[in-house]
C-alpha cells in the first residue's frame, strides 16, 4: 500500500485512507497545530525513536463512555479510604517525563520521543494537555495525560510506581470529566487494563461522529485543581 508522505502543508488525508492497521499517514512534524489538526480529524502519532512520524485512525476505536466506566469494589474501598491525593496539571513535564521512561513488558523502548514531549508541554502550554497526578505522602507515585477538546478527553499516556495508583488517578478522572459535560475518552487502542474500566471498541465512521458532534460542546472541567473524589 501506498502512503500519503506529509510535508510542510497542514493536511492530512481522510481517515478512510488508513491502512488495515490504522496508518493514514507518515511524516510532516508534531508541531502544535498539526497536533491539533490531527486531533480534530480522528488522527493521533504513535512512532518509535528513529522511525518516521506516523499517524494512526484504527478501525476499531478503544473508547470508553465517561457514564459506563466501572469501578471494582477493591477500588471503591481505596477510593473510600481516600488512599491517594489526585492533583491536575501541577506538574504536566513530570507526568509525561514518567510516562516516557517506564518500563512496558514487551517494549524495547518508547514511543514519547524527546520531540513529542516537548510539543506536548506546548499543548499544555495552550491549555490543550492535560495532566493528572496521583502523589502518595506527598511523592508523585502515578498519573496520566491526554489532550481535552470539546466534550472528548484524548488519553495519551500513563504510569504507576504503586499498585493501582494511575487506575485511582484515572476513575477520579473520568468521574470529573463526566460531571462535566464531557462525552467521551478516547483510548486509541486496546488494553486490558481499561477494558477492565468499562472501556469498549466501537467502528471507526461511530467514533469520526462523536467527533463532529462533541468536539463544539462547552465543557466546564477546571483544570490545575485537585480532583473531587465522590466516594468519600
Known sequence: ?????????????PVSAADSHGIVAIGGDLDTERLLLAYHSGIFPWFSEGEPILWWSPNPRFVLYPSALRVSSSMKQLLKRNAFEVRTDSCFREVIGHCQQIY?????????????????????????????????????????????????????????????ASKYGFILLVENLLASGFELVDCQVHTNHLESLGAVHIKRDLFMGHLASFLTKTTS????????????
Open 1 to 13: 500500500m501506498s502512503y500519503t508522505i506529509l510535508g510542510k502543508k497542514l493536511y492530512f488525508p
Open 104 to 164: 512496558r513488558p514487551g517494549q524495547g523502548g518508547t514511543w514519547i520521543t524527546e520531540e513529542m514531549l516537548e510539543s506536548y508541554c506546548e499543548l499544555h502550554g495552550l491549555g490543550k494537555a492535560h495532566s493528572v497526578e496521583v502523589f502518595q505522602e506527598g511523592v508523585l507515585v502515578g498519573g496520566l495525560y491526554g489532550v481535552a477538546l470539546g466534550g472528548i478527553f484524548f488519553g495519551e499516556s500513563m504510569f504507576s510506581r504503586v499498585s493501582n
Open 221 to 232: 472541567m477546571e483544570w490545575g485543581k485537585p480532583l473531587f473524589n465522590g466516594y468519600l
